[in-house]
């Protein structure tokens, strides 16, 4: 029997490819991603190019593009990326370990739910940059201050999403752990953490995208490097061209940091069979 | 072989005079009353009754995973107050671990399993046709498939007595006759006790040597039937068939 969305017609169902196929097909992939963007670059060079907009305030792509060269030779562009870059894993590590950890423990327990998860749930939409006021009279203005803001950010983001993907876990299963006799380490390894380990990951996607958003606004605050001091400073001294060199370059990271994930996560979760759009 | 050895002939006795559901506002429910049956080593006992009487609900009881109940339920004479590997269940939905691959699954029953219990693991799934699956995960199996796993990791610790609930619904008739041969050499070579739910007269027959049925609100146990094993005698057949369907029908 033909399944039954083949069956309305509009699925092609895939089967496994030739090498060369395989080569092709993802050439393809790339190329329909790549139409977007150079639809938009197209729009960007006549609007720039023809002067449809003060060149003050749109440069032209290839003005970008020469500047992103120039900051790379004489290496300020990797002290930058290189800063923001540490400051990000920085505040993922510190926000995130204890986030699993914590929002596996609340999830197991009702009692430590009782305790802790009302006051969670009353910080968690509290904005992190409202905690920027706080930290900083705390913390001052180095380093610490803004590693601490990111791990906050992300502290809150991987909690919610590991503590309700510990209750989403099939009852059924735990019968199970129950029928055989699983102490709490057999159940929280064998079942709990894999069956959270998606859900895990849809968390850390979610914060590394906050992340990227927390970390320019902490760096434009203070800061004497970084992407966000980058344009900031383009900002204070007129520099437009710096200021979309930092957005491109943000953009560029935050999208290989999404697919990094992406990879991880589908190398670790094979046993998913999930639904991947007609 | 590793098997034989571990497996220890014992009879299930139940004694459930009242199995309730606790409602939020200390109301309680009546879920079951008055379910008295008795299963000895090397017998099953199907238990039949419309969808929705409370099948799965007696086998969550037998196997200690709810004890919201009066009553006692002894294996050997000894109660069973919580899981403790004497009962085993094979669910309907299996239950197997998605995560995990055949073999995993099997091998999920010991917390460290020595180089024995993978052996012993593998012996079964290879006994149930599984060889090439091995390092399957549940999502590439069929549903006969999935059966026979979640019955290896059942066996896998020999339990005492083994409950199946409805083992062969949703099977086509082919799967079935093949689970149905499996299951019955189990519990021919090791006289292990089976308590079967059911709602298919002919899976009763296959499977049991005898029946009780479930029925009424709240449902009770009534109309216990000896059929013995029937071995293609039709005359036999069709007067037990009779009997099954008359009293499935009585409340």
């Known amino acids: 029997m033909k399944p039954f969305a083949e069956t309305l017609g509009y699925v092609r169902y895939r089967k496994p490819l030739e090498r060369n196929k395989m080569v092709q097909s993802k050439l393809a992939q790339?190329?329909?991603?790549?139409?977007?963007?150079?639809?938009?670059?197209?729009?960007?060079?006549?609007?720039?190019?023809?002067?449809?907009?003060?060149?003050?305030?749109?440069?032209?792509?290839?003005?970008?593009?020469?500047?992103?060269?120039?900051?790379?030779?004489?290496?300020?562009?990797?002290?930058?990326?290189?800063?923001?870059?540490?400051?990000?894993?920085?505040?993922?590590?510190?926000?995130?370990?204890?986030?699993?950890?914590?929002?596996?423990?609340?999830?197991?327990?009702?009692?430590l739910e009782d305790y802790v998860a009302p006051t969670l749930r009353f910080l968690t939409p509290v904005p992190v940059l409202a905690w920027m006021p706080l930290v900083i009279l705390f913390l001052g203005v180095d380093e610490a201050a803004k590693v601490a803001l990111l791990a906050i950010g992300v502290?809150?983001?991987?909690?919610?999403?590991?503590?309700?993907?510990?209750?989403?876990?099939?009852?059924?299963?735990?019968?199970?752990?129950?029928?055989?006799?699983?102490?709490?380490?057999?159940?929280?390894?064998?079942?709990?953490?894999?069956?959270?380990?998606?859900?895990?990951?849809?968390?850390?996607?979610?914060?590394?995208?906050?992340?990227?958003?927390?970390?320019?606004?902490?760096?434009?605050?203070?800061?004497?490097?970084?992407l966000g001091w980058l344009l900031w400073d383009a900002r204070t001294f007129g520099r437009t061209v710096d200021a979309y060199v930092a957005m491109v370059v943000v953009g560029a990271l935050g999208l290989i940091s999404d697919s990094l994930i992406g990879c991880i996560r589908t190398r670790i979760v094979t046993w998913r069979n999930d639904f991947r759009g007609f | 072989m590793i098997v034989e050895e571990q497996f220890k002939k014992s009879g299930l006795k139940a004694h459930i005079a009242e199995k309730w559901w606790q409602g939020t506002d200390d109301r309680r429910e009546i879920a079951l009353r008055n379910v008295e049956f008795e299963v000895s080593a090397g017998t099953s006992l199907a238990i039949m009754g419309p969808s929705g009487v409370g099948k799965t609900t007696l086998l969550r009881v037998l196997a200690g995973l709810d004890r919201q109940f009066t009553g006692s339920v002894t294996v050997n004479g000894e109660p069973i107050e919580q899981p403790d590997g004497k009962v085993q269940v094979v669910?309907?939905?299996?239950?197997?671990?998605?995560?995990?691959?055949?073999?995993?699954?099997?091998l999920f029953v010991w917390d460290t399993p020595s180089p024995k219990d993978r052996e012993l693991a593998d012996e079964w799934l290879v006994r149930f046709g599984l060889t090439n699956r091995l390092e399957a995960y549940p999502r590439d199996l069929s549903e006969g498939q999935k059966k026979r796993v979640a019955l290896a990791r059942a066996l896998a610790q020999p339990p005492h007595i083994l409950l199946l609930d409805e083992p062969l619904a949703g099977l086509d008739v082919q799967t079935a006759e093949k689970i149905t041969a499996d299951i019955q050499r189990v519990q021919k070579e090791y006289g292990l006790a089976c308590v079967v739910t059911t709602h298919?007269?002919?899976?009763?027959?296959?499977?049991?040597?005898?029946?009780?049925?479930?029925?009424?609100?709240?449902?009770?146990?009534?109309?216990?039937?000896?059929?013995?094993?029937i071995n293609g005698n039709t005359e036999e057949l069709a007067a037990a068939i009779k009997t099954i369907k008359a009293r499935l029908g009585a409340r």
């Open chain 2, 200 to 229: 298919d007269v002919m899976e009763t027959i296959a499977l049991c040597q005898s029946v009780i049925f479930l029925g009424g609100s709240p449902a009770s146990a009534y109309g216990l039937f000896e059929f013995g094993h």
């Open chain 1, 30 to 111: 790339w190329t329909r991603a790549l139409w977007l963007p150079f639809g938009i670059l197209a729009v960007w060079f006549i609007a720039a190019d023809f002067a449809l907009v003060p060149r003050a305030l749109l440069p032209r792509p290839f003005d970008v593009v020469a500047r992103i060269f120039a900051l790379l030779a004489n290496g300020e562009l990797e002290r930058h990326i290189f800063a923001s870059g540490t400051r990000l894993l920085e505040g993922l590590l510190l926000g995130g370990l204890p986030a699993v950890v914590l929002g596996i423990l609340v999830g197991m327990s009702r009692q």
């Open chain 2, 91 to 106: 669910f309907q939905d299996n239950r197997l671990f998605d995560w995990m691959t055949v073999r995993e699954n099997v």
């Open chain 1, 155 to 226: 502290f809150f983001v991987m909690y919610s999403a590991t503590a309700g993907a510990v209750r989403s876990v099939d009852i059924r299963y735990i019968e199970v752990t129950r029928l055989y006799r699983k102490g709490l380490k057999q159940t929280v390894s064998r079942v709990i953490l894999p069956a959270c380990t998606p859900a895990i990951f849809d968390g850390l996607r979610s914060a590394v995208a906050l992340s990227w958003i927390i970390l320019v606004a902490v760096e434009i605050v203070a800061s004497r490097n970084g």
